[in-house]
């Protein structure tokens, strides 16, 4: 069975330090995966997705950058955290079909001070 | 512009009650639709999936449907118990040429109270 697993679970940071977020999935191959970020009370939004190693597409230009250095593995970073990047970070993949279900992991909580 | 709204924004029901989730959207060109339950501090854990041909779909006490004349979809929750206090998102997945794309909407809390 497909597992995906995310960490830390929380992290607190400062201000203006970095920050990276990793997300390895297991039991598939070549899933497209996704970074997102759900503000306190919001929805989600979409940070970046990728469709295969090496292959990052960003949907909202911000300090955060994402990296896909193996098949199954997607990491989420930052060079100077603002207080605006605190939020629930959620890493998930989805498989072949449109109709597929997108599979999320259990999310990493990060508090930038 | 693709957008997925969602009402009410957050809903108190006493346990056992029924209730309605809506969802509204103005996502084109349509691929599926599919609801959420996402517990605090957890990811989203799909409920249902429905597609353009489908108008109702049940799992278990949550019953999904679909208008896609009308762009509307409802998640009703029957007999509600305490552990259906979650958020509860629907997504949109639309089409396009180069890659595909689910947009979220904002949720709906629920509180199930004894």
């Known amino acids: 069975s497909q597992t995906i697993h995310q960490w830390p679970a929380t992290l607190v940071q400062p201000v203006g330090s970095p920050l990276s977020l990793e997300c390895t999935v297991e039991?598939?191959?070549?899933?497209?995966l996704y970074w997102y970020r759900q503000a306190a009370g919001r929805g989600l939004q979409l940070l970046f997705y990728?469709?295969?190693?090496?292959?990052i597409s960003s949907e909202v230009p911000q300090n955060l950058s994402a990296s896909r250095p193996q098949d199954r593995q997607f990491i989420l970073s930052s060079k100077k955290l603002l207080l605006s990047d605190s939020g629930f970070y959620l890493c998930?993949?989805?498989?072949?079909?449109?109709?597929?279900?997108?599979?999320f992991g259990p999310g990493t909580r990060l508090t930038v001070t | 512009k693709n957008q997925v709204e969602q009402s009410p924004q957050s809903l108190i029901i006493l346990e056992g009650k029924n209730c309605t989730l809506q969802?509204?959207?103005?996502?084109?060109?349509?691929?599926?639709l599919r609801w959420y339950k996402q517990d605090t501090g957890r990811g989203p854990v799909s409920l249902t999936i429905?597609?353009?041909?489908?108008n109702t779909k049940s799992n278990g006490r949550y019953t999904a449907t679909l208008d896609a004349d009308t762009k509307q979809s409802s998640l009703h929750i029957t007999a509600s118990q305490l552990s259906d206090s979650a958020s509860y998102i629907c997504?949109?997945?639309?089409?396009?040429?180069?890659?595909?794309?689910?947009?979220f909407g904002p949720g709906t809390s629920l509180s199930v109270i004894p």
């Open positions: 990728s469709v295969g190693i090496g292959q």
């Open positions: 969802c509204n959207y103005t996502v084109s060109p349509f691929s599926n």
């Open positions: 039991g598939t191959s070549n899933p497209n």
């Open positions: 997504v949109v997945r639309a089409m396009k040429t180069s890659y595909d794309k689910v947009i």
């Open positions: 998930a993949w989805i498989l072949g079909s449109t109709h597929n279900e997108q599979y």
């Open positions: 429905m597609t353009f041909s489908e």
